[in-house]
């Protein structure tokens, strides 16, 4: 009888299947390969088994994907938590930008994570929480961490049970260091920042699930992997601003693209305050690097 569970490591040669029966070693069937179907970490599998002690097995079938993450490979992750870090390194927010926009395209609900909170003095936070209210009136949810003092913690991974979540964010921010404190029994590599601190080292390569208590599973991943943007066409990058989104059709002329048309809605609601400029001028840019991708693949 075949079980069903989850790939929550792929390794060389072999996959690890979470099933309630256990961790299960499993290859893939000939009749799969022969598909040309890749499966990867995250997809729901049915596994045979051919070995009990230790329990070995072969992936006869893959489940449908409600998402996919092409690089790092990742299969029906629901929710992209972004950390990122007042200090240490410095908030860098057309990082945040790009990761929130990154996460709508792969149709993942974001989520933000201001780590390191225990570095912050006083100024630091009312600078912060400034930064924090633009964010949560756009609607993202939010959750400000120390894996330090672990403020914070408990939160996050409530929020985490039954689903599939991924940290990104750059090198440094503590997302190895986050996940140490959620899984104390996993080793996870964790390094002080490297001397050009708004870059870093990527000390984390491979990707896996690893499963929490209250069910669900936390991916670890590489520091930079989804500043990787997706390819969209240039007139669709409003459409992950929700901000913006929420403004199409109230400029003067229909085809505006809120970059400086009179009668410009957008530009009334940054004048206003009430759309943060930054989060516009991610937003062009993102927009002219779509539209000069088109060009170069046309
Ligand atoms: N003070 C303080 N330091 C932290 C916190 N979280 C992480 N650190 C430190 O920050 C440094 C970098 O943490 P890592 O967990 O390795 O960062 P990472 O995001 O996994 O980095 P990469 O794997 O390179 O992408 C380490 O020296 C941690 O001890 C925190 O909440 N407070
Ligand atoms: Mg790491
Ligand atoms: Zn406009």
Redesign the pocket.
């Known amino acids: 009888m075949p079980i069903t569970g989850r790939i929550i490591e792929e390794q060389k040669n072999f996959f690890v299947v979470d099933t309630p029966s256990g961790q299960v070693t499993a290859t893939t069937s000939g009749g799969l390969k022969k598909q040309r179907t890749r499966v990867c970490t995250g997809d729901i599998v049915e596994v045979t088994i051919i070995n009990t002690a230790p329990l070995r097995g072969v992936i006869t079938t893959v489940g449908k994907r409600s998402s996919f993450i092409k690089r790092p490979a990742l299969a029906n992750c629901s929710h992209l938590f972004c ?1 990122c ?1 007042w200090r ?1 390194p410095p908030l860098n927010l057309e990082t945040l930008d790009r990761l929130l926009f990154c996460a709508q395209v792969y149709e993942l609900q974001p989520c933000i994570v201001f ?5 912050n003095t006083d100024k630091d936070d009312r600078e912060m929480h400034k930064i924090i209210n633009s964010y949560t009136a756009i609607g993202y949810p939010l959750f400000s ?5 672990h403020e914070g913690i408990d939160a996050l991974v409530d929020f985490c049970a039954d689903r599939i979540s991924v ?1 990104a ?12 404190v959620i899984f104390p029994d996993v080793n ?6 490297s001397s050009d601190s708004t870059r ?5 390569t491979s990707i896996r699930l690893l499963p929490l208590r209250g069910g669900g599973y936390i991916a ?1 991943t ?3 992997a989804f500043i990787d943007l997706p390819a969209v066409p240039e007139e669709d990058v409003v459409l992950y601003f929700p901000e913006l989104a929420q403004c199409i059709g109230k400029c003067r002329f229909n085809d505006c693209i809120h970059d400086n048309e009179p009668g410009c809605f957008v530009a009334e609601k940054i004048e206003e305050g009430t759309i943060a400029p930054w989060r516009h001028n991610h937003y062009l840019k993102i927009r002219r690097e779509m539209a000069e991708r088109r060009k170069l693949y046309r």
Do not use: M, Q, W
């Not at 961490?145 to 003092?149: H, I, N, Y």
């Not at 996870?188 to 920042?193: D, E, V």
């Not at 870093?200 to 984390?204: A, L, N, P, R, W």
């Open positions: 950390i870090t240490e780590n390191k909170i225990d570095l961490t120390s894996a330090a003092t940290c964010g750059l090198s440094g921010v503590g997302k190895s260091t986050l996940l140490s996870f590599r964790t390094g002080p920042l870093g080292i990527h000390t984390t670890d590489p520091g930079l």
